[in-house]
Each structure stands twice: as structure tokens, then as C-alpha cells.
């Protein structure tokens, strides 16, 4: 049992890597069309160099406040008194947390401008057919279920309610179905269909 656990956890652990992994490297993968990517936006010269006094002035600060941390660690401090030597080391850093800041927002306002417009997704006459079809039948289901929640009823009455609620069940399935069907799946079988 110990073995199955632990091949189960190995395995949730492998799937967020693999989606993180997917795509050719060079930011065409499945999370980057989701997020946005926005190293396609090309900054002019003015904004590179910004961004070159951005990686400049960002890179000791955070070396700084990296290595107050660790000596700290290491000295045994408490969260609290990390807390509180952070909270001073940013009241003494201050004007170059505004720069860092200040030159950060200038690269942002430039990339929020330009990015690129997301393709909107396409809601076809037979998915919204199909997402009126699923919440109906989720409605129905629900009812279903609190009539199933009486004491009172008989074994035939109940026995004809979770009847209805397995046919429900295989509509919704079917439904399902053809909801990945229609983005691009094959629907749980080979795609080999009529009609499709």
C-alpha cells in the first residue's frame, strides 16, 4: 500500500512539471498561451537600456537583503526578528527600492500598452446548445437529489428516482463527451465516428 502511495504522490508531483516543461523552449508551450506571454513585446533601445538600469540596480539589493536573511538564519533569529530586520533594512533602502520601482513601472506601462490582443475564444451555436443542456441537467440532478434526501419514500419511488438520476448521469456524460469533442478532442474514442 505504501508503494502505491508513494508512486501516486511521485506522480502528482511529475504533472505540474510537465505542464510547466511543455512547448519547444521558445515560449510556445501550453502555459505561456494561457499567462500571456509577453516577451513577444520588443521594447525600443530607450526602454532596454531602462531595463538594463532596472537588472543593475535590482541585482545588489536583492544580494543585500539575501544576505541579511542568511545571517540571520544562521545566528538563529525567530521569523519575528527577520521580520523586523527586513522592515529596516526597507526604511533604510528605500530611495533605491523607489528607483527599482519607479524604472519597473515605466518597462510595465510600456508592455501593458503594446501587449498583443488575446484571441477570444469562439462560442458556437451547438456549445451553447450543449452549455444550456449541461445546466439544465445539472438542475435537474439537484432536484433529484433532494427528493432522493425524503424518508419518507417507498423502495419502488426510490428505486424510479435513482433510475432518472443514472439517465441523468448518462446525458451528462454524453453531453461531456461532446464538449471535448468540439475543442479539439476526440471525444473518449478514436474520432472515427460517422458524422464527425
Not at 98 to 104: E, K, M, S
Not at 159 to 165: G, N
Not at 174 to 190: H, K
Request: hydrophobic residues 35%.
Amino acid at each position: 500500500m505504501k508503494k502505491l502511495l508513494l508512486a501516486f504522490c511521485s506522480l502528482a508531483l511529475l504533472v505540474p512539471l510537465s505542464y510547466a516543461q511543455t512547448g519547444d523552449g521558445d515560449g510556445s508551450g501550453t502555459q505561456q498561451q494561457i499567462r500571456g506571454d509577453f516577451s513577444k513585446v520588443e521594447l525600443p533601445p530607450e526602454l532596454e537600456a531602462i531595463k538594463d538600469q532596472l537588472e543593475e540596480a535590482r541585482a545588489p539589493l536583492m544580494e543585500a537583503r539575501r544576505a541579511l536573511v542568511d545571517a540571520l538564519k544562521e545566528d538563529g533569529a525567530t521569523d519575528e526578528e527577520i521580520r523586523a530586520a527586513l522592515k529596516t533594512w526597507h526604511e533604510e533602502n528605500a530611495e533605491a527600492i523607489a528607483i527599482v520601482r519607479g524604472l519597473a513601472e515605466q518597462i510595465q506601462a510600456y508592455i501593458r500598452e503594446n501587449r498583443p490582443e488575446r484571441e477570444r475564444p469562439r462560442i458556437t451555436d451547438r456549445m451553447r446548445a450543449r452549455m444550456v443542456a449541461l445546466r439544465e441537467n445539472q438542475q435537474a440532478m439537484r432536484q433529484l437529489r433532494v427528493q432522493l434526501r425524503n424518508e419518507e419514500l417507498t423502495d419502488e419511488e426510490r428505486a424510479e428516482l435513482k433510475e432518472q438520476m443514472g439517465q441523468l448521469l448518462r446525458e451528462r456524460k454524453r453531453l461531456m463527451r461532446n464538449r471535448r469533442a468540439d475543442e479539439g478532442g476526440n471525444g473518449g474514442d478514436d474520432g472515427r465516428r460517422p458524422g464527425d
